[in-house]
């Protein structure tokens, strides 16, 4: 508790030791912006689940050669999210 006042917000995090490992192979940097945590919060009453989009990672890293990969994982974690919808 650091004082502050802030409706309920909670920060799963989650990995797949594999993919992180191939994407850190393909460049370090995308350790940044990995996609293993989701938000879920509660904004004016309505509860939202937010996180990073794993299919934007090609975009920000093009030299990288991700393959399908960022895809595969676009589809789990939207599939985690929907399942807990």
């Known amino acids: 508790e650091k004082g502050f006042q802030r409706d309920s917000f909670k920060i799963i995090e989650f990995c797949n030791a594999k993919y992180a490992n191939e994407f850190l192979n393909a460049d370090i940097k995308i350790g940044l912006c990995m996609p293993c945590k989701i938000n879920v919060y509660i904004k004016d009453g309505e509860t939202f689940i937010s996180g990073m989009r794993p299919i934007v990672l090609s975009q920000f890293f093009p030299n990288a ?3 399908e990969m960022p895809n595969e994982i676009d589809v789990a974690i939207k599939n985690i999210i929907d ?3």
Do not use: E
Request: glycine content about 16%; hydrophobic content about 35%; proline content about 0%.
């Open 83 to 85: 399942s807990a919808k």
């Open 65 to 67: 050669n991700l393959g």
